[in-house]
C-alpha cells in the first residue's frame, strides 16, 4: 500500500495540463457545443447541405442565412417537452440498471488499493428499449411518435443532453471534495484531475470514479454509466430517427442509410456486449470524469456520430452491390482489428496465464505490469486505434460525393394521382421541395466526412496523451517497450 501511495503522489506532481490547460479546457467547453450546433443548421432541411450563402461568402447575409437554416432564435433550441423527454430516457436507463439481471465484475486494481465492483447489463437494457421501438415501428410504422418526436425536437433534445453534461460536471465537480484519504469506498482523484485551477479540473474530471447513491435506483458508478449506456444507444436511436423520415419523406429506404445504421448499430451493441473490457480502458482506469467525458459521451457521440444518417434521410444515396461490399469491406477489416486487439489486452490484463493469450511475450516493468511485446500490441503499441478508424471509414463512405441544394417547384406529384418521384421531399399545399446536388456537391463532404477526420485527430491525440502517461508510469521501461515495438499505430507507417 506504501508503495501505491508513493507511487501515486509522484504521478500527480508530475501531471502536466492536457488540452492546452485552462485556456484549451474553455474553448473546448464552449467551441465544441457552437460546433454540434453549426452542424445542425449548416447541413439541413430546408436549403441545402451547407446552406446556399455558404457557399457564396463574399455575399453572405445573415438575415438570409437565417432564413435558410431555420433559425429563430433562441428560445427554439430548448423546450420543455424535449427535456422531459430526455430526463425520461435517463430515468428509464436507470431502472433497468436497478432492475435487470446483471453480471458483478471487479475493475483493475487502483492506486490506493482495492477494486471496485461494477454491476452490468447494459445489453439486456439496450435490447428491452430496442424491442420496445421494434414493436411501436410494426405498429406504426414510420410514423411511430418516437422516431417523429426525435426527428421534429432534434435540436431541443440535443440542447437537453448538453445541459445535463454541465450539469454533471458541475455535482462531480463539487462532490469531488468529499473525498477523504483512506476512505472506505476506495474513492480516489484522478491524477492530473486536482491542479487547482477550476476551469481545468472542472474539465478534465477531478475524481477518477465518481459514484451517486439514488433512491430506487442504489449505486450508480456514474462514468461508467454515462460512458456505455445513454449516449450509445441514442445514437443509433437517431440513427433509427433519420431512417423513418427517409421513407416519410420518398416512401423507401436506400441501401446506404440501412448499410450506415446497421455498422453503427453492431458497432455500439458490440461495444454493450462487451461491456466488461470498458473496465481496462483508459477513461476508467486513468481519466476523472468532467465535462470532457460528460460531453463527450452524452452529445459529441450521438450528435456528431449520427451526422451520415442525417444527411441520407434528406439526400438519398443508392450503392449498388459494389459499393455495399466495398463498404462493408472496410468496416469487416476495421473490426476484426479493433475487437481482436483489444480482446487480447482485456483477456492478457485479465488473467496472463489464459491459454489464449499464455504464448505472448511481454516485458515486465519495475511497477509490475506487463506490456505486451508480440501478438497485436507488438505490431504497434496502439493497433486498436487503427481498427477504430477504419470503421469510422464505412461511416462516411456510404454518403458519396455529398452535397445538397433544396429547390422548391409546385405542384406536389402526390396530390396530382403520381407516386412521389426520386428525390422529392413532401413540402407544403402545392409545394414539393426536391434535394439535388447543384452546386452543393462535394461541399457536404465538409459534414460526413467530418467524423473521419475528426476521429483520426482524436485517436492520434489519445495516442499522444497515452504515451504521456505511460512515460510517466513506467519511466525507462517505457523506452524499453518503445524499442521493442517501435510503431504508435499503424505498422511501418506511424
Given at each position: 500500500m506504501a508503495v501505491k501511495k508513493q507511487a501515486s503522489d509522484s504521478a500527480s506532481s508530475s501531471h502536466g495540463y492536457e488540452f492546452g490547460g485552462p485556456i484549451g479546457a474553455l474553448g473546448v467547453t464552449f467551441g465544441l457545443p457552437l460546433v454540434c450546433y453549426a452542424f445542425t443548421f449548416f447541413c439541413?432541411?430546408?436549403?441545402?447541405?451547407?446552406?446556399?450563402?455558404?457557399?457564396r461568402p463574399s455575399t453572405l447575409n445573415l438575415k438570409r442565412l437565417a432564413d435558410e437554416t431555420g433559425w429563430k432564435g433562441f428560445g427554439d433550441l430548448i423546450n420543455w417537452q424535449s427535456l422531459f423527454a430526455v430526463t425520461g430516457y435517463y430515468l428509464l436507463s436507470l431502472t433497468l440498471n436497478a432492475v435487470l439481471?446483471?453480471?458483478?465484475?471487479?475493475?483493475?486494481?487502483?492506486?490506493?488499493?482495492?477494486?471496485?465492483?461494477?454491476?452490468?447489463?447494459?445489453?439486456?437494457?439496450?435490447?428491452?428499449?430496442?424491442?420496445?421501438?421494434?414493436?411501436?415501428?410494426?405498429a406504426q410504422g414510420p410514423n411511430f411518435p418516437l422516431w417523429t418526436f426525435i426527428y421534429d425536437n432534434y435540436v431541443p433534445i440535443l440542447t437537453s443532453n448538453l445541459i445535463i453534461s454541465y450539469a454533471l460536471a458541475t455535482f462531480v465537480y463539487v462532490r469531488s471534495f468529499s473525498v477523504k484519504k483512506g476512505n472506505k469506498e476506495h474513492r480516489?482523484?484522478?491524477?492530473?484531475?486536482?491542479?487547482?485551477?477550476?476551469?481545468?479540473?472542472?474539465?478534465?474530471?477531478?475524481?477518477?470514479?465518481?459514484?451517486?447513491?439514488?433512491?430506487?435506483f442504489g449505486e450508480i458508478d456514474i462514468k461508467a454509466f454515462m460512458e456505455i449506456r445513454p449516449g450509445l444507444l441514442g445514437w443509433i436511436l437517431l440513427d433509427l430517427a433519420f431512417v423513418a423520415r427517409q421513407y416519410q419523406n420518398y416512401g423507401y429506404v436506400t441501401d446506404s442509410i440501412v448499410l450506415v445504421t446497421i455498422v453503427q448499430?453492431?458497432?455500439?451493441?458490440?461495444a454493450l456486449w462487451m461491456e466488461p473490457a470498458i473496465l481496462t480502458t483508459i477513461d476508467i482506469i486513468t481519466d476523472g470524469f468532467g465535462f470532457m467525458l460528460?460531453?463527450?459521451?452524452?452529445?459529441?457521440?450521438?450528435?456528431?456520430?449520427?451526422?451520415?444518417?442525417?444527411?441520407?434521410?434528406?439526400?438519398?444515396?443508392?450503392?449498388?452491390?459494389?459499393?455495399?461490399?466495398?463498404?462493408?469491406?472496410?468496416?469487416?477489416?476495421?473490426?476484426?482489428?479493433?475487437?481482436?486487439?483489444?480482446?487480447?489486452?482485456?483477456?492478457?490484463?485479465?488473467?496472463?496465464?489464459?491459454?489464449?493469450?499464455?504464448?505472448?511475450?511481454?516485458l515486465e516493468t519495475k511497477s509490475g505490469s506487463r506490456l505486451l511485446t508480440t501478438g497485436w500490441?507488438?505490431?504497434?503499441?496502439?493497433?486498436n486505434y487503427l481498427g477504430d478508424w477504419l470503421m469510422s471509414w464505412a461511416y462516411c463512405l456510404p454518403t458519396g460525393i455529398a452535397g445538397y441544394v433544396i429547390t422548391k417547384s409546385s405542384p406536389v406529384p402526390h396530390l396530382t394521382g403520381h407516386a412521389t418521384a426520386d428525390g422529392i421531399l413532401s413540402g407544403g399545399l402545392g409545394v414539393s421541395k426536391k434535394a439535388v446536388p447543384g452546386d452543393a456537391m462535394g461541399w457536404g463532404m465538409i459534414f460526413t466526412y467530418f467524423y473521419?477526420?475528426?476521429?483520426?485527430?482524436?485517436?492520434?491525440?489519445?495516442?499522444?496523451?497515452?504515451?504521456?502517461?505511460c512515460k510517466r508510469k513506467y519511466g525507462k521501461d517505457w523506452e524499453k517497450y518503445c524499442e521493442k515495438v517501435p510503431y504508435r499505430i499503424i505498422p511501418y507507417v506511424y
Open positions: 439541413n432541411d430546408i436549403s441545402g447541405c451547407p446552406a446556399p450563402s455558404l457557399l439481471p446483471s453480471q458483478k465484475v471487479e475493475g483493475t486494481e487502483l492506486l490506493s488499493g482495492g477494486r471496485l465492483q461494477y454491476r452490468l447489463n447494459a445489453f439486456s437494457s439496450a435490447v428491452f428499449i430496442m424491442v420496445i421501438a421494434a414493436a411501436g415501428t410494426v480516489e482523484l484522478a491524477l492530473g484531475g486536482h491542479t487547482g485551477n477550476v476551469i481545468y479540473d472542472w474539465f478534465i474530471g477531478r475524481e477518477l470514479n465518481p459514484r451517486a447513491t439514488l433512491p430506487l448499430a453492431v458497432y455500439v451493441f458490440d460528460a460531453f463527450g459521451d452524452l452529445v459529441w457521440v450521438p450528435f456528431t456520430y449520427s451526422i451520415s444518417a442525417r444527411y441520407l434521410s434528406v439526400h438519398p444515396v443508392q450503392l449498388g452491390i459494389p459499393g455495399i461490399v466495398g463498404v462493408v469491406s472496410v468496416q469487416l477489416a476495421g473490426y476484426y482489428i479493433f475487437r481482436a486487439a483489444n480482446n487480447e489486452k482485456n483477456v492478457f490484463r485479465t488473467d496472463p496465464n489464459d491459454p489464449r493469450v499464455a504464448h505472448l511475450q511481454y500490441w507488438g505490431r504497434a503499441r496502439h493497433i473521419m477526420l475528426y476521429f483520426a485527430i482524436l485517436l492520434i491525440h489519445r495516442e499522444r496523451r497515452d504515451e504521456e502517461k
